[in-house]
């Protein structure tokens, strides 16, 4: 079944609004079951962790609730994998640090410019605390693609941890993750994949893909600011975590510092609630896909992103081809109509005559959102030669987008480049 638009988008609070909201590879709009799971918890069961009084303990409840439910999301053998945090960014800060225990001097790290900066500074952190030697991958500046020749050269080196990106959020580019996975294994290496940029767009199966590590972001598939990491057990178990005394002593508790956002908690289970909800009404035709492999929710959340990734290429068609009909517009990432699958919808280019500032400037006179600068893909920027004048560009869609929308943003992009 057709995605309704109308439905979906009656779902979101923020889309009353008349703004065009293409900014999303910063952060979607959260839904209104989030925002109502929220409040329900403020006003419900406020209270902190592990009391045995009734607010506690439904606090605690609702907690286990959503990370059984983001187990299922990811496909985890566990809800003990699911470790909640601040964000991305921090969570990653947290089991580098762990992990650098066990890394010696000479060791090699290998990260890729490719990736956000929240996959490449905690590592560089490690290798200059540590004495480790970086390694870094390059990606072909003409498509967006990352190097898979220079990857495996970087493997050759016996490296103790690759860090990669599931899709660029600068350059939109969907790397060859399972692929990935198996070339650091059998190298030696851990993995550690950054999914924020994904996991709106897309299934994802950690059991599959055999990653070590993976983490994502609430605020990017329509929930609260909340940072989520999978691990494998073994290696939670096996770390040894930075906290406080008193806190578990295993995972996932371990790794979640001080008291624990559990209003987003809450909100994230909303905005999982509403994908299964996606699931259920627009995704059955996708059940096949997967037959012998998931049930129960599993299985519907696989139906509800199966569903939206084919809606989604429409979306990407029309971005990509309203980018190469513009004149002045200089389009970086993956630009082959034909291969709508090597990309998420997030596009990045310049135009000619105008900073990337001007450009998204005067789109938001005009009502529509964009981005502009390096949006911490700043290794993205340095190798395609922009960080010093202003950066990129970019503009990305979400299932809630409309061709329509995506028609308005041309107009003005037209107007704009004359």
């Known amino acids: 079944m057709v995605l309704s638009l109308d439905q979906i988008r009656s779902q979101f609070p923020a889309l009353s609004h008349p703004t065009v909201f293409l900014d999303n590879p910063g952060g979607t709009q959260i839904v209104r079951h989030s925002l109502e799971m929220i409040q329900n918890y403020l006003v419900e069961c406020n209270a902190n962790h592990g009391g045995v009084f009734p607010t506690s303990i439904e606090s605690d409840r609702r907690v286990d ?4 439910a983001m187990a299922d999301f990811l496909n985890a053998t566990s809800p003990d994998e ?3 945090g601040a964000n991305m960014t921090t969570l990653t800060f947290h089991i580098s640090r762990a992990l650098a225990q066990e890394f010696s001097e000479g060791d090699t790290l290998v990260i890729t410019r490719l990736d956000h900066d929240a996959n490449i500074s905690p590592w560089l952190r490690v290798a ?3 004495g480790c030697r970086v390694r870094w991958v390059d990606f072909d500046p003409e498509n967006g693609m990352l190097d898979l020749v220079d990857f495996q050269a970087a493997l ?3 490296p103790r941890l690759v860090a990669v990106g599931y899709a660029s959020n600068a350059l939109g580019t969907i790397n060859p993750l399972r692929k990935l996975v198996r070339m650091a294994h059998e190298a030696g290496a851990l993995i550690y994949v950054d999914a924020v940029q994904y996991a709106p767009h897309g299934p994802i199966d950690v059991q599959d893909l055999e990653c070590d590590f993976l983490v994502c972001s609430a605020y990017k598939f329509f929930g609260p600011h909340l940072g989520i990491l999978y691990g494998r057990y073994d290696l939670l178990e096996r770390l040894r975590a930075y906290r406080v005394r008193p806190a578990p002593a295993l995972p996932p508790g371990k790794f979640e510092t001080g008291t624990g956002n559990f209003e987003g908690i809450s909100g994230l289970l909303g905005a999982l609630n509403y994908l299964e909800w996606i699931g259920l009404t627009f995704g059955s035709e996708y059940a096949e896909l997967f037959t012998g492999t998931f049930s129960g929710r599993r299985l519907v959340f696989k139906q509800a992103m199966s569903a939206i990734r084919a809606y989604e290429f429409e979306l990407s068609r029309a971005l990509l081809e309203t ?8 389009l970086y990432g993956p630009a082959d109509l034909s291969r709508l699958d090597l990309r998420v919808p997030t596009f990045s280019f310049t135009l000619s005559g105008y900073l990337p500032h001007q450009v998204a400037k005067y789109m938001a006179e005009h009502s529509i959102n964009i981005w502009d600068g390096n949006f911490y893909a700043l290794a993205v920027t340095e190798r395609l030669g922009l960080e010093e004048s202003g ?3 970019r503009v990305g869609a979400v299932h809630y987008n409309t061709l329509a929308e995506i028609e308005q943003f041309k107009e003005v992009l037209l107007k704009l480049a004359g």
């Not at 609730?65 to 059984?68: A, F």
């Not at 980018?323 to 200089?330: A, C, E, F, M, R």
């Open 391 to 393: 950066g990129l560009v």
């Open 156 to 158: 050759e080196e016996h």
């Open 128 to 130: 200059e605390d540590r």
């Open 323 to 330: 980018l190469q009909s513009i004149p002045g517009v200089q």
């Open 65 to 68: 609730e959503t990370r059984l």
């Open 82 to 84: 699911i470790v909640f």
